[in-house]
């Protein structure tokens, strides 16, 4: 199963998760779903764009009723298109009739608090700010793609709030264990689920018993949930997680409303279908969302921006052009370069951070040293017991100790804490070691790794507790000198603020772009480590209808929460607008002053590729001063920039595009960063500003230039007045140094006494021409 499922997931890699209903018509064996592309619709009436459909697909399988039989989706709305059951020849045929972009095969994706709200300087506490002035996301509209929503929460009270915003145009949908009279309301305005393009490509039945599933919004993972009670969910006092992170669970936008598309399904973690993708985001348009949080990603390499096997990138791009601003992960495969996804430059790409809480965790050894580890351990505390390390012998004498590979002597482990150094640091490792130490009769693991701090929950209350690899090597030492290694493990405790400062999480996905170096990606931070929100009653590390999760989808929905805010407070604002805000205003250093570092072997100062602007400053961003504002024109430049075929963009785009014989420069397209790939000798670029603080207004340009790198700006001072409102300016930027280097960092700052707009540089010189220019 898991090789049929790869082979699947080759073409769309984006995690969230949505369903709809089984289609019971025959067709051919060799039939599979495919989407027949067909961009920006032609027509405004819904109903005669599905009927333009049914004539498509007749005049290849021979009638309309065989048509109606085979289509699973027609999309009606943000573009133009339907997924239908073909034969690989039927698919060929479509693919050559006119005005069809492209015939692809269905694919399959995977998914990707207490605290953070009050880190981020959102405390309901505070008499202004974005919170109060957007009076918390009233009236605004979050869209959420992910494995649906508990709809019991107390996170989804509507208590409080007034009518649906009259605008939506969507509907709440039941199914099994969701009834729509009673589990929408005011909060929860939107359920829907859309299934058939998972069912065809998975081909089994749902509802098993390891993996229990609802044809419903209803949400059996727990990820959708989590997800939605983040962004959006109401105030619930007195929430902590086994006593752990006690205080007021809610979303950043407390009093917005939530629309659930469910696309993922309790599979393998999470599995979601680039059909039922697409659909979510063709509905999501229609119905009238403000914001889409996707914590959804795929696999490297990655599509490029006009494939729609990259159902993300295709459906996010009719979304923000008509001004849905679409929040999306980095994903998780960090800390390596060039893992970033949801690269394409129209979509908010959300890396994660730690934050200043921690779960200190006691280790006392028999010879009275105390060391501090993480956990996440509420369990039965136990007196001093046995400690062991597992000795090896042989050629490899420590592979017996290594946490994902333990070799045990059940006699010797039987009621003792066992120590084991782990050479990979996925959750999944510790969990399998730890399964392994309760079946031979331990009662607890040490784990020494790559120090992070996104923990690792052991099932049933087993002690799981995370040191760095010099604690775990100290207490080797004890172990080895010892005649009878003794040790005590207390419960996890709760630390918050000073000295603890946010890094860039060990997980999160990292820059450039594998597609587009030049455009920096991710775009901002928010904190995604140990995370506490709302959760299925299904969800195994679930306490109450709560839990702590990590990744970055949990930091996306910390930033969708922030759009809808800034949504609420600048209603005209466009997609890139708010980015812009949120990127020019984040903070890279932490409360003291300090820089912000990043998580790695081994840590380092963090930089734009690891946490794009910085942490996202939400009220900061709600008047930043200067934008870096764009609209379609610009994102055509992109496009062309790119060297993308005409018709694509014009299919794409809606609009007859013929890019310009000479290739536009892909350094001019406005993104609210400059990055460089391959500088040799010198290179101007333009950018634009638009002024949205106050009209008579003076910036002048204050540079950081990367080390050995010469940056000037023309204009260096920006003058503004009621009728000035946008400035271009260049920026060039020369190698100061015959040397070949790795990427190196700077900041581009417009200042004025009240606001600071920053903006990334990132600089690689390259003076040797490559052999691949040869050409």
């Not at 010879?367 to 136990?382: D, H, V």
């Not at 299925?536 to 910390?558: E, F, K, L, N, V």
């Amino acid at each position: 199963m898991i090789n049929r499922l790869s082979s699947f997931v080759i073409v769309f890699i984006l995690l969230v998760l949505n369903g709809q209903v089984l289609m019971t018509s025959k067709v051919e064996a060799k039939s599979n779903v495919h989407i027949v592309y067909l961009g920006e619709r032609q027509l405004d009436d819904p109903k005669r764009v599905t009927d333009s459909h049914h004539d498509l697909l007749a005049t290849v399988v021979g009638s309309k009723e065989i048509a109606s039989d085979l289509m699973v989706y027609s999309y009606r709305h943000g573009f133009s298109g339907f997924a239908a059951k073909l034969t690989e020849s039927q698919a060929q045929k479509l693919s050559e009739l006119p005005g069809v972009v492209r015939v692809i095969p269905n694919s399959l994706h995977r998914v990707q608090t207490t605290r953070s709200w009050d880190f981020l300087g959102l405390s309901s506490h505070y008499p202004t700010g974005v919170l109060q002035n957007s009076k918390m996301g009233d009236g605004v509209i979050i869209g959420v793609f992910d494995t649906g929503i508990w709809p019991e929460s107390k996170a989804f009270s509507d208590e409080g709030l007034g009518p649906i915003p009259s605008r939506w145009k969507g509907v709440c949908k039941s199914g099994e264990r969701f009834n729509a009279a009673i589990h929408c309301n005011r909060k929860l305005v939107g359920a829907r689920w859309f299934i058939d393009g998972f069912l065809a490509e998975y081909g089994q039945p749902l509802n098993t018993t390891e993996d229990p599933e609802f044809l419903s919004p209803r949400d059996a993972n727990g990820h959708g949930t989590h997800t939605s009670s983040t962004a959006s969910g109401s105030y619930v006092r007195n929430i902590s997680y086994r006593g752990l992170g006690p205080g007021t669970v809610r979303g950043g936008a407390p009093r917005a409303r939530l629309a659930i598309y469910k696309v993922c399904w309790n599979v393998l973690g999470g599995q979601c279908a680039s059909a039922d993708i697409l659909k979510a985001f063709d509905e999501a348009i229609h119905d009238g969302v403000d914001v889409l949080s996707l914590s959804i990603g795929y696999s490297l390499p990655l599509f490029s921006d006009v494939d729609e096997r990259d159902g993300i990138a295709t459906g996010s791009f009719h979304a923000v052009a008509r001004g849905i601003t679409v929040v999306c992960g980095a994903a998780n495969e960090g800390p390596s370069a060039q893992t970033v996804q949801n690269t394409a430059p129209w979509i908010l790409t959300v890396a994660a951070s730690t934050m200043d809480r921690a779960f200190p965790t006691p280790i006392t050894l028999g010879n009275n040293k105390t060391f501090l580890g993480q956990a996440i351990f509420t369990g039965k505390e136990n007196r001093f017991t046995g400690l062991t390390y597992p000795e090896g012998t042989g050629l490899d004498p420590t592979s017996a100790g290594t946490c994902q590979s333990l070799l045990l002597n059940s006699t010797l482990v039987a009621g003792k804490v066992v120590l084991c150094f782990a050479s990979v640091t996925g959750r999944v490792a510790i969990r399998l070691a730890a399964a392994t130490v309760q079946e031979a009769g331990g009662i607890g693991l040490i784990v020494a790794k790559n120090p992070t701090d996104a923990l690792i929950e052991c099932s049933g209350g087993f002690p799981c507790i995370e040191v760095d690899y010099e604690i775990g090597t100290r207490i080797l030492y004890y172990i080895r000198s010892a005649k009878s290694p003794i040790v005590k493990l207390s419960h996890s405790r709760t630390f918050v603020g000073e000295p603890l400062s946010a890094k860039v999480a060990f997980f999160s996905s990292r820059g450039p772009s594998s597609i587009a170096p030049e455009i920096l990606k991710p775009d901002i931070t928010a904190p995604g480590v140990n995370i506490l929100a709302a959760t299925s009653q299904m969800d195994r590390w679930m306490d109450g209808g709560y839990a702590i999760h990590s990744g970055t989808s949990m930091s996306t929905p910390h930033v969708s929460g922030i759009v809808a805010l800034l949504k609420a407070v600048h209603p005209d604002w466009s997609p890139a607008a708010i980015k812009s805000a949120l990127v020019t205003t984040a903070r890279t250093k932490d409360a003291s002053g300090f820089p912000l570092f990043a998580e790695g072997s081994p840590q380092k100062l963090a930089n734009p590729f690891d946490f794009g602007g910085g942490i996202v400053n939400p009220n900061g961003a709600a008047d930043p001063g200067l934008i870096y504002d764009m609209g379609l024109s610009d994102y055509i430049h992109y496009l062309c920039a790119m060297g993308y075929d005409n018709s694509a963009i014009t299919r794409l785009t809606g609009r007859s595009t013929a890019c310009p014989d000479e290739k536009p420069s892909i350094l001019d397209v406005n993104v609210p960063s400059i990055t460089i790939s391959s500088l040799r000798n010198s290179v101007t670029l333009t950018r634009t500003v638009t002024n949205v603080g106050s009209p008579n207004s003076i910036y002048r340009a204050v540079i950081e230039p990367p080390v050995g790198v010469t940056v000037t700006v023309r204009p260096h001072i920006l003058v503004f007045n009621s009728r000035t409102k946008k400035i271009s300016f260049n920026v060039t930027i020369s190698a100061a140094h015959r040397v070949n280097t790795g990427y190196l960092f700077g900041s581009l700052t417009w200042r004025n006494e009240q606001t600071a707009v920053r903006i990334p540089l990132s600089v690689k010189t390259e003076i040797f021409q490559s052999y691949a220019d040869d050409d």
